[in-house]
């Protein structure tokens, strides 16, 4: 079973809103990646968490904070977004960001919309 | 910084053609994935090459690394319209501490006309 699962499908949200994606996978998988899509464009990475820590944070904004509550959860927490912020967001799990464990499974994504 | 380019950049083909979709970059990379992305839903890992010269076929997919592996293929055989697609290829870049992320292509946007 290669699945990531995400929630929800889609989102809209106005620039004043909380709102949480969530993404989980049960594969053992020990790194879990936020990536940020926007149209014709390949994924950006976001946010690396190996063995739940926090590895790399590609200088995301601070009104995109991640969590990793445990080895098969990943969460990403928006407040505050700018209409700029609307874009296909996926996640991605590998065994683990080592030389040999990267490679990458992604969920189907959340189409979010800021209004 | 380990770059790859994909080209060509778009490709609108017949149904039943042939077509091939290259990757390529200055820097040697240990592997390369493909994924194959369609509107609104997450890339599909299609394949992952390893070895320098290795040929992978996944049904009417070829797949081809270089034998320096600082590039790849992607040939299709006989294109149907479930192939439309984003088609991304990607290799691991060390970023530091020991760990690895992915590089991607900025992606052949294919299209197969019925």
């Known amino acids: 079973d290669t699945e990531v699962t995400q929630t929800p499908k889609h989102l809209v949200m106005g620039m004043t809103n909380k709102k949480s994606l969530k993404c989980e996978q049960h594969?053992?998988?020990?790194?879990m990646y936020w990536y940020k899509q926007k149209a014709k464009k390949p994924p950006e990475l976001m946010f690396v968490?190996?063995?739940?820590?926090?590895?790399i944070n590609e200088s995301v904004p601070s009104r995109f904070s991640p969590e990793c509550p445990n080895s098969s959860l990943l969460n990403l927490h928006l407040h505050a977004l700018q209409p700029e912020d609307s874009a296909l967001y996926l996640c991605?799990?590998?065994?683990?960001?080592?030389?040999?464990?990267?490679?990458?499974?992604f969920g189907p994504g959340t189409r979010l919309t800021v209004t | 910084t380990q770059l790859l380019e994909q080209s060509p950049q778009f490709l609108s083909i017949q149904e039943g053609e042939n077509l091939t979709v290259y990757c390529n970059s200055s820097?040697?990379?240990?592997?390369l994935q493909w994924y194959r992305q369609e509107p609104g839903e997450g890339p599909v890992l299609l394949v992952t090459?390893?070895?320098?010269?290795e040929v992978k076929k996944l049904k009417r997919l070829t797949f081809q690394f270089g034998d320096a592996r600082k590039d790849s293929s992607l040939h299709i055989t006989a294109a149907q319209p479930g192939d439309t697609g984003l088609y991304l290829c990607?290799?691991?870049?060390?970023?530091?501490?020991?760990?690895?992320?992915?590089?991607f292509g900025k992606g052949t946007k294919l299209s197969v006309i019925p």
């Open positions: 991605a799990s590998s065994q683990d960001d080592s030389y040999v464990g990267y490679e990458q499974y």
């Open positions: 990607a290799g691991p870049s060390y970023s530091g501490a020991g760990s690895y992320q992915l590089t």
């Open positions: 820097s040697v990379f240990s592997s």
């Open positions: 594969m053992g998988h020990r790194a």
């Open positions: 090459v390893v070895t320098g010269g």
């Open positions: 968490y190996s063995y739940e820590k926090l590895s």
